[in-house]
Structure formats: structure tokens, C-alpha cells
């Protein structure tokens, strides 16, 4: 209940500002705000079927819902049924199922690899240590003393040990950035083969200079130094083929989304294809427009106008021929004269028009709006203190002014719940205080933008799927298609490979150029 | 019923007109082979560098002699006029002491197929 308190409070605030507007379209205009972003997780979960007011809204249907904040909302509505205020649809079910269920089995699998990886770390490192200081411990008396050679190595092994620990913490120590369905092959490679490495030089240690005590100490220093390169080779090693290998581009992504063909192409190197998926998602988050699915409510239509236009029934009885019913309906279908085209033409324009036209009052209204409020420069906020504002009262005092033309633009390009007013308030007083212009303000309400801009309550992707017919630890290969699937929408995603390209030279004289003049005169005799 | 195109040869005679001082056949030529034969938008084939006629003056001694737009002059008084520059064309057929012209011209006809004619 403190949620709703809350935007009770932004109401409250904003029908002061606006004191000029009617009851009826207070209320009008209330029910596109979207407080949803006090809500965290509980965003678009809950559905109030009501009888609209004497305003028509649009943007009212499926899924937006509404808490009646206004004092008159009792009065106005005619019948208010349906659910309680708290219902959830059948989608958010399985999409809430599906994040506990993630949640919990694959951290230990992650964490697991990090305290291994760690250990062996630990482990390789005091290796070289333990190899010089194990004779001084245990027979102390019996080591040849060696003088400035052996001081010598010391020091080249504490700089060498000191490089190996700014490289390792350089490269592996980072933040895990993704969570991937199978391990890394080539880190594996790697962890393997140091802990063989460091294994058969504590083997060879254990036999030849523990068992037998050699005291010449000046090889058992160099063996430990030689430990020590071949660490930083490994450690080379690692750098090429984990971070330096798929830097050359090799390969072309075409990735598509499902719902509406938006498409990018990328450039990779040499990946395994789990790799490439996360390069393309994180991608994905600052190319892709939003996804929108009210924008995808008129295709929808149409498809279903299409569908019921034909009804086939079975007057045979059982024994049908069930494809071709199917190829009849088709045929049948392609033959019937449709004007669905011709609607389609003629509402694309129109929506076209009225886009336009509630453009340009939206950015009439904020350049008037902007007019209003100046800076104030030093010397004089010292004159006159009473006026004073902050960012965010200025905001707050020029906001009435544009925020129904802003409203009705959101509402015709289906934005609406994308933007609640607080976060509107915020952006224009953070435009405010950058000295920014009404167009750099109106930029990102304009057009939609990619899916980093919003909230994350409003982002429809955040569990992936990787779906693949080749396994996800298998190289790109040209023509491999992969598809990334989350809950409303996927990606498909196509390789292919950059072509082999033969340059060849030509040489060209600079004294080469010559041109000649072509004329056609025509002359009366 | 199809069309079409041959050229024959024709043999013109222009009497020249004193218009002032200087005597005027009433037609202007184009072409030669210091020219650019693409630009001649009446030879059938664009490398041809020959002299044609593209104007003649309404009324004019060219006219009245039968000289047509579109002729390609083969030959002014016994000159060959196929592999001559334009200023030479120009002079070999304003020769002062000159009143008679007589061209060998070679002109393009289109002529529906003989087989419409006879059916019809």
C-alpha cells in the first residue's frame, strides 16, 4: 500500500501545478500515468477491468492497469467489476516461475569454478616460493653457499612472480559479466594444463631434490626461476588464444528480431558461439529500438481478420482429408476480393498525419516552455533570493505548460508507459541544469530508444535462452543460425563468413592524365 | 506488317542564293572527323564521322533542291566529304567563285515490309 501512497503523493502534485485543467480531463490525463516505477518488480502484473469514464482513452485495452487516485473517481465511473486490484495473467505466472527457478541452480555451478580456479591460482603462485625456501628450512647446513648469483635470481624471481600477479589480476580478475550455459573451453584448456605443468615440476622436485637433499642450491634457484618463465609463457599463452584471437574480424552477424524484423549486423572474430550470443546481446541492449508490443497490435488484428474470414466445416463426417481442407481454404482464401490492403494504405497515413501534427504542437509547447526560465549568472543570485529556484522546482514550475501535449504525443506513438511523469520531471530538470535545448530534451521522446534508456521494469528481455542445433561451445562457422529466445520475442541470429579478398595493385603515371576536347559544332552555309 | 531501313544515294543540285554579300545554300552541317560522332543524334552508326545536314531553312535553295535533315553528304563537287574536318567541309562548300553545288547525299528511308503493300 506505501506504493500506492506514493503516487498518490506525485497526483497530488501535479493536479496543483495544473490547476487550470477540468475535473474530467484531470482524470483523463491521470489515467496515463504510469507510477509504475515506484512498483519495481510488480510492473504490469496487475489488471483492473473497468467501464470507461465520459473520455474514450486509447492505450486503454489489454494490459495497462490503473489505481483510481482521484477523489471522484466513485462518482464518474458506472460499474467497476472484475478482479481484485492484484490479479496476475497467465503470462506473468510463468514468467515469475521462471526467474526463481533460474535463480538458484546455476550460481553454485559459477561460484564452484571460481573457488577452483582461485585455489589452483593460489597454489601456482607460492609455488616457486616454496621451492626456494623448502632447502633453507629443512637442510640448511648442508647448501653449498652461493653468493651474488644466487642474490641475483632472487631478485629476478620476486620482479618476475611480481609481473605474473599484475598480468593474472589484470586479466582474470574481472567481474563476471555473464552467466554462460557451459563452461569456457579454452579456460578450462588452460587450468588443466598449469595445474599438469606445475604438477609434473613438484613431482620432479619431490623425487630429485627432496628425497635425495641436493645442495647445490644455485640449481635448485635456477630451476625455481625456470618455473617462473614458464609461468609467464603460460600466462602468454592465455592472453592469445582468450583476448587476442577473436579480436580479427572473421565473421558477419545478421541478427533479426522475431516480432518486428528489426536488424543490425556485426562483426566477430574467431568465437564459440555461446560467445558470440553474449557479444550480440550486449549489443542488443544499446542497437535495438524497445520492444513495443502495443506496436504490434495492428498486425495482429489483421491477422486475425484474415483467419476468420473463412470457416470450413466437415459435412462428410470422420475419414477427412485434412490438407486438403487446408489447400481449399488457402485457394478459396487467395480468390476472395480483400480490401484489407487498401485500409492498411489509408491508416498508415492517417496515423502518419496525426503523428505529425501532434509533433509539431509538442514542440511548440516546449520551446514556449522554455522561454520562461533563464540562468541565473553569479553576481546576480546574490540580488534576488526570494526567486531563486533549483533544477528541480524549475522543472516542476515549467512542466504543466507542455506536459499534455507531451502526454498526447506519447499516447498516439503507443510510448506512454515507457515514461512516468516523475521520470519525465527528472530528465527535464536534468536538461535544465546541462543548459540543454527544448529539441535535446524532446530527443528522447521523439523516437524510441534503445532498451539501455529505460527503466528495467519496462524491459521485456532479461532471461535469454540460447536455442542452437550445433553445440554452444563449437567455433562460428559460416552459415551456422542460432536463436536467442526470451519470453516474448527471440532473436535469430545468421552467420557468415567475411569473404577472402584479393587486392591487387595498380600503378598509375601522375603525367598519365591527359584529356582531349569533343566538340560538335553545327554551321550554316 | 514490319519496318525496315536502307539508305540510298541521291545526287543533289543547289543553285546558291546572293543574299547580300555572300551567296547562302540555306541548310547547316555537322559532323566531321575532328568532332565527337556520338553527339550526331541522325547517324545510324555512332562512330560515323561523315558530314550531315542538320538544319535547312524553310524555303531556302537547299529545300528547293530536295536536300532533306538527316542526309549524310558524301561528296560536294567531286570532294569527298567522309574524312574531311568540319571547318573543311565548311569551305569546300562556301567557295566564293562557286554558284552550283552539286552533292552526293545518302539517306536513310523506312519502308513498311512489301508484303502489306501487296495485301492491301
Not at chain 1, 555451478?109 to 571460481?114: F, S
Not at chain 1, 632447502?135 to 642474490?151: F, K, N, S, Y
Request: aromatic fraction near 10%; proline fraction near 4%; hydrophobic fraction near 40%.
Amino acid at each position: 500500500m506505501s506504493a500506492a501512497m506514493d503516487t498518490e503523493s506525485t497526483y497530488s502534485g501535479y493536479s496543483h501545478y495544473s490547476g487550470h485543467s477540468k475535473k474530467a480531463h484531470r482524470q483523463g490525463r491521470d489515467r496515463h500515468k504510469s507510477p509504475r516505477s515506484k512498483d519495481g518488480s510488480r510492473s504490469e502484473k496487475s489488471v483492473t477491468i473497468q467501464t470507461p469514464p465520459a473520455e474514450p482513452l486509447l492505450g486503454n485495452d489489454a494490459s495497462r492497469a490503473e489505481e483510481g487516485q482521484d477523489d471522484n473517481w466513485g462518482e464518474t465511473t458506472t460499474a467497476i467489476t472484475g478482479t481484485s486490484e492484484h490479479s496476475i495473467s497467465q503470462e506473468d505466472i510463468a514468467r515469475i516461475s521462471k526467474d526463481l527457478e533460474d535463480s538458484v541452480g546455476l550460481d553454485c555451478k559459477r561460484y564452484l569454478g571460481l573457488t577452483v580456479a582461485a585455489v589452483l591460482g593460489l597454489l601456482v603462485f607460492l609455488t616457486p616460493i616454496a621451492f626456494i625456501l623448502l632447502p633453507q628450512i629443512l637442510w640448511r647446513d648442508d647448501l653449498e653457499p652461493c653468493g651474488t648469483v644466487c642474490e641475483g635470481l632472487f631478485i629476478s624471481v620476486a620482479f618476475k612472480l611480481l609481473i605474473l600477479l599484475i598480468g593474472t589480476w589484470a586479466l582474470f580478475f574481472r567481474q563476471p559479466k555473464a552467466d554462460l550455459p557451459r563452461v569456457f573451453v579454452f579456460r578450462a584448456l588452460l587450468l588443466v594444463l598449469i595445474f599438469l605443468f606445475v604438477f609434473s615440476y613438484w613431482l620432479f622436485y619431490g623425487v630429485r631434490i627432496l628425497d635425495s637433499k641436493d645442495t647445490n642450491y644455485q640449481g635448485i634457484v635456477q630451476y625455481a626461476v625456470s618455473l617462473v618463465d614458464a609461468l609467464l609463457f603460460i600466462h602468454y599463452l592465455a592472453i592469445v588464444l582468450l583476448e587476442l584471437r577473436q579480436l580479427q574480424p572473421t565473421f558477419t552477424v545478421k541478427v533479426v528480431r522475431s516480432t518486428d524484423g528489426e536488424s543490425r549486423y556485426y562483426s566477430l572474430g574467431h568465437l564459440s558461439i555461446q560467445r558470440a550470443a553474449l557479444v550480440v546481446l550486449e549489443n542488443y541492449y544499446r542497437d535495438f529500438t524497445v520492444y513495443n508490443p502495443a506496436l504490434l497490435t495492428a498486425s495482429k488484428s489483421r491477422a486475425a481478420k484474415h483467419m476468420a474470414g473463412l470457416k470450413v466445416y466437415n459435412v462428410d463426417g470422420p475419414g477427412n482429408n485434412a490438407s486438403g481442407q487446408s489447400r481449399a481454404m488457402i485457394a478459396a482464401a487467395a480468390r476472395r476480393r480483400d480490401s484489407s490492403h487498401n485500409e492498411l494504405y489509408y491508416e498508415e497515413a492517417d496515423h502518419e498525419r496525426r503523428v505529425r501534427k501532434r509533433r509539431a504542437r509538442l514542440v511548440v509547447a516546449v520551446e514556449e516552455a522554455f522561454t520562461h526560465i533563464k540562468r541565473l549568472q553569479a553576481e546576480e543570485q546574490q540580488k534576488a533570493p526570494g526567486e531563486m529556484m533549483d533544477p528541480r522546482e524549475a522543472a516542476q514550475a515549467i512542466f504543466p505548460s507542455m506536459a499534455r501535449a507531451l502526454q498526447k504525443y506519447l499516447r498516439t506513438t503507443r510510448q506512454q508507459q515507457y515514461h512516468s511523469m516523475e521520470s519525465i520531471l527528472q530528465h527535464l530538470s536534468f536538461c535544465i541544469t546541462n543548459n540543454m535545448t527544448p529539441k535535446a530534451f524532446l530527443e528522447r521522446y521523439l523516437n524510441p530508444g534503445p532498451t539501455l534508456q529505460y527503466d528495467r521494469d519496462r524491459w521485456f528481455s532479461k532471461q535469454w535462452t540460447l536455442v542452437s542445433e550445433e553445440a554452444v561451445t563449437s567455433g562460428l562457422q559460416d552459415g551456422v543460425v542460432f536463436v536467442l529466445k526470451c519470453l516474448d520475442f527471440s532473436l535469430v541470429v545468421n552467420v557468415k563468413k567475411i569473404p577472402f579478398i584479393k587486392l591487387s595493385e595498380e600503378f598509375i603515371d601522375p603525367k598519365s592524365h591527359k584529356f582531349v576536347l569533343r566538340l560538335q559544332s553545327e554551321t550554316s552555309v | 506488317s514490319y519496318l525496315f531501313s536502307f539508305s540510298f544515294q541521291q545526287r543533289i543540285e543547289i543553285h546558291k542564293l546572293r543574299q547580300g554579300d555572300n551567296l547562302i545554300l540555306g541548310f547547316s552541317i555537322g559532323g566531321g572527323i575532328d568532332q565527337d560522332p556520338t553527339q550526331n543524334p541522325f547517324s545510324e552508326d555512332k562512330t560515323d564521322k561523315g558530314i550531315y545536314v542538320t538544319r535547312v531553312t524553310e524555303g531556302g535553295p537547299a529545300e528547293v533542291a530536295g536536300l532533306q535533315i538527316g542526309d549524310k553528304i558524301m561528296q560536294v563537287n567531286g570532294w569527298d566529304m567522309t574524312m574531311v574536318t568540319h571547318d573543311q567541309a565548311r569551305k569546300r562548300l562556301t567557295k566564293r567563285n562557286e554558284e552550283v553545288v552539286r552533292l552526293l547525299v545518302t539517306r536513310q528511308s523506312l519502308q513498311k515490309a512489301v508484303q502489306q503493300s501487296m495485301m492491301s
